[in-house]
T-cell receptor
Framework: AQRVTQPEKLLSVFKGAPVELKCNYS??????LFWYVQYSRQRLQLLLR??SRESIKGFTADLNKGETSFHLKKPFAQEEDSAMYYC???????????FGKGTSLLVTP | NAGVTQTPKFQVLKTGQSMTLQCAQD?????MSWYRQDPGMGLRLIHY???????DQGEVPNGYNVSRSTTEDFPLRLLSAAPSQTSVYFC??????????????FGEGSRLTVL
């Protein structure tokens, strides 16, 4: 069952504009949520996780249990933010990460 | 540290052929996993392991076998390749337990084409 939904395949914004990549999940327990990023010709890597509540490269994400969402936000997009972004969920009783289908972010000058 | 190393990077197979994708990590991670990445489908979990001798199925395990005889290695075997297995395969490892659980380190990927 698809537990992580990323509704946008592609998101295109202008440099300096705010960006929000959406992630919704379906899980009744206490999940752990992550955002992973894959830059061109680089390995997939962890961007941030909800329990750390930190800002990485200007990105933040807040877990909203009421709306079952974990949207990724940045107030001013930069061209180097262009990448594929994946939201992922780990169940509280599990080991594996379940990834969404990904959103390709394109930041144009 | 080399991190997670996958071989080969590219492979072309004919339908029915068998092959093994190799994955090795030098970070002493308990958890290892294999994903396939397909356009529009994102990353789908094939198999995973939480330690030597322990493996479990993910979302799309059919057509693939794995084993974990050592902490370092987690090979993925295709016994009889099918065109539907054309994909990019990623191996990932991570710690189990503690604050870093869920942080995965990925290999560079292996692009497999089945004709």
């Amino acid at each position: 069952a698809q537990r992580v939904t990323q509704p946008e395949k592609l998101l295109s914004v202008f440099k300096g504009a705010p960006v929000e990549l959406k992630c919704n999940y379906s899980y009744s327990g206490s999940p752990e949520l992550f955002w992973y990023v894959q830059y061109s010709r680089q390995r997939l890597q962890l961007l941030l996780r909800h329990i750390s509540r930190e800002s990485i490269k200007g990105f933040t994400a807040d877990l909203n249990k009421g709306e079952t969402s974990f949207h990724l936000k940045k107030p001013f997009a930069q061209e180097e933010d262009s990448a594929m972004y994946y939201c992922a969920l780990r169940e509280d009783s599990g080991y594996a990460l379940n990834f969404g289908k990904g959103t390709s972010l394109l930041v144009t000058p | 540290n080399a991190g997670v190393t996958q071989t080969p990077k590219f492979q072309v197979l004919k339908t029915g052929q068998s092959m093994t994708l190799q994955c090795a990590q030098d970070m002493n991670h308990e958890y290892m996993s294999w994903y396939r990445q397909d356009p529009g489908m994102g990353l789908r979990l094939i198999h995973y392991s939480v330690g030597a001798g322990i493996t479990d199925q993910g979302e799309v395990p059919n057509g693939y076998n794995v084993s974990r005889s050592t902490t370092e290695d987690f090979p993925l075997r295709l016994l009889s390749a099918a065109p539907s297995q054309t994909s990019v395969y990623f191996c990932a490892s991570g710690r189990q337990g503690g604050p870093n659980t869920g942080e995965l380190f990925f290999g560079e990927g292996s692009r497999l084409t089945v004709l």
